[in-house]
């Protein structure tokens, strides 16, 4: 039986919040993915691109790599790669970080070397090209999918968006995919997507953490982890492994009416989770206080549970009962306002003289008032 695994978009590198312990979980689930594999005695591994959040990762980040790697060297389980858009950036002679990791077990598809023969199985691979590039995408696709046709189980590897499933950007359009590939190891997209595709499958593995808050719905939905695949079977089949390590997110919506309410069922959620130190994106809604009340409310009662927590505000301000100018009684204002009562007549003729453009009587008469006061 001939199984592999396929994982991507890592990020390795990452600081989301600019927060030390947001680095460490992307590596820490990284660690986690490379152990779940080795317990699934895969024969190679494929990873689909982002392996790194920067071009120009720093040595920890290499670090982190490496000692990961090194694990899957140790059992003999090689690791086949392509770069995505944040392992590269697009200048002549520029080359990809997983280079420097050949030593490691990682072979780089999609640069001078586009697929490699692994046992009698194709795998090929081309580096991420963005939209722009589409027609040179293509030729490069076409060509991989006619070297496969020589080969009876085949792979290919791609960091690219389809139209399908992300279709306000994209790379890709999935009439465009080939049809003869046993299985497409497709990443960019950091959701968990299978789609049936000619002979074989196409999946997006997901990225391994959050990476932003905007994929925490689909998190909630589907997890996050790495594929298992059995390409022995005709289509072959999926094992999804999720992995455990992940932070908790907690992506709410709360009504200014209901605040109370919700936020202590946010609470509760928080107490009765035994994983990390969670992160809540609270988006604040309706009519009510002013920002400046709710985030002292919301610090007071989540500072200490969570990491971090983001909150957006809509609120509307409350509605008021016009009042006529001629209704008010301004003699009355100021002596509300104004503790002392002799400066808050002396405000009032200085407000009644202003009002009526008498600048010069106005300054005589502070003047006059200021000398009085400070005798």
């Given at each position: 039986?001939?199984?592999?695994?396929?994982?991507?978009?890592?990020?390795?590198?990452?600081?989301?919040?600019?927060?030390?312990?947001?680095?460490?979980?992307?590596?820490?689930?990284?660690?986690?993915?490379?152990?779940?594999?080795?317990?699934?005695?895969?024969?190679?591994?494929?990873?689909?691109?982002?392996?790194?959040?920067?071009?120009?990762?720093?040595?920890?980040?290499?670090?982190?790599?490496?000692?990961?790697?090194?694990?899957?060297?140790?059992?003999?389980?090689?690791?086949?790669?392509?770069?995505?858009?944040?392992?590269?950036?697009?200048?002549?002679?520029?080359?990809?970080?997983?280079?420097?990791?050949?030593?490691?077990?990682?072979?780089?598809?999609?640069?001078?070397?586009?697929?490699?023969?692994?046992?009698?199985?194709?795998?090929?691979?081309?580096?991420?090209?963005?939209?722009?590039?589409?027609?040179?995408?293509?030729?490069?696709?076409?060509?991989?999918?006619?070297?496969?046709?020589?080969?009876?189980?085949?792979?290919?590897?791609?960091?690219?968006?389809?139209?399908?499933?992300?279709?306000?950007?994209?790379?890709?359009?999935?009439?465009?995919?080939?049809?003869?590939?046993?299985?497409?190891?497709?990443?960019?997209?950091?959701?968990?997507?299978?789609?049936?595709?000619?002979?074989?499958?196409?999946?997006?593995?997901?990225?391994?953490?959050?990476?932003?808050?905007?994929?925490?719905?689909?998190?909630?939905?589907?997890?996050?982890?790495?594929?298992?695949?059995?390409?022995?079977?005709?289509?072959?089949?999926?094992?999804?492994?999720?992995?455990?390590?992940?932070?908790?997110?907690?992506?709410?919506?709360?009504?200014?009416?209901?605040?109370?309410?919700?936020?202590?069922?946010?609470?509760?959620?928080?107490?009765?989770?035994?994983?990390?130190?969670?992160?809540?994106?609270?988006?604040?809604?309706?009519?009510?206080?002013?920002?400046?009340?709710?985030?002292?409310?919301?610090?007071?009662?989540?500072?200490?549970?969570?990491?971090?927590?983001?909150?957006?505000?809509?609120?509307?301000?409350?509605?008021?009962?016009?009042?006529?100018?001629?209704?008010?009684?301004?003699?009355?204002?100021?002596?509300?306002?104004?503790?002392?009562?002799?400066?808050?007549?002396?405000?009032?003729?200085?407000?009644?003289?202003?009002?009526?453009?008498?600048?010069?009587?106005?300054?005589?008469f502070s003047e006059t008032f200021f000398e009085e006061e400070w005798e």
């Open positions: 039986m001939v199984t592999f695994a396929h994982i991507s978009d890592t990020h390795l590198g990452y600081r989301q919040f600019n927060l030390e312990e947001r680095e460490n979980d992307f590596y820490e689930v990284f660690s986690e993915a490379v152990d779940k594999i080795i317990e699934k005695k895969v024969d190679f591994v494929v990873h689909s691109g982002d392996l790194f959040e920067h071009f120009k990762s720093p040595p920890r980040t290499l670090l982190n790599a490496i000692e990961n790697l090194r694990k899957l060297k140790e059992e003999n389980i090689p690791i086949y790669s392509i770069p995505g858009n944040h392992d590269i950036i697009m200048r002549r002679g520029a080359i990809p970080p997983q280079a420097l990791l050949s030593y490691f077990g990682v072979t780089l598809l999609g640069g001078i070397r586009n697929y490699i023969e692994h046992d009698g199985i194709f795998v090929g691979g081309i580096r991420y090209l963005s939209k722009y590039y589409s027609a040179a995408l293509l030729d490069q696709i076409n060509e991989l999918s006619d070297k496969a046709e020589a080969y009876e189980k085949r792979i290919l590897l791609l960091h690219e968006a389809v139209d399908r499933f992300l279709p306000f950007n994209f790379e890709l359009q999935f009439d465009d995919l080939p049809r003869n590939f046993d299985y497409l190891a497709m990443g960019h997209i950091h959701k968990r997507i299978k789609a049936e595709l000619g002979r074989g499958i196409l999946a997006y593995a997901g990225s391994t953490e959050v990476w932003r808050s905007d994929e925490v719905s689909s998190f909630e939905k589907l997890g996050k982890g790495i594929n298992i695949i059995d390409l022995d079977k005709k289509p072959p089949t999926i094992q999804i492994v999720d992995l455990e390590t992940i932070r908790p997110f907690y992506k709410v919506e709360i009504s200014t009416e209901d605040f109370d309410e919700e936020l202590e069922k946010i609470l509760k959620k928080i107490e009765q989770s035994k994983k990390k130190e969670p992160i809540a994106i609270i988006k604040i809604h309706g009519k009510g206080m002013d920002a400046v009340t709710y985030n002292r409310i919301l610090e007071e009662s989540l500072g200490a549970l969570t990491l971090t927590y983001r909150v957006n505000f809509e609120l509307t301000p409350e509605s008021y009962e016009p009042v006529s100018i001629e209704s008010l009684n301004f003699e009355d204002l100021f002596q509300k306002s104004i503790e002392d009562s002799s400066k808050a007549k002396f405000a009032y003729e200085l407000f009644k003289l202003l009002s009526v453009g008498d600048t010069e009587q106005a300054i005589k």
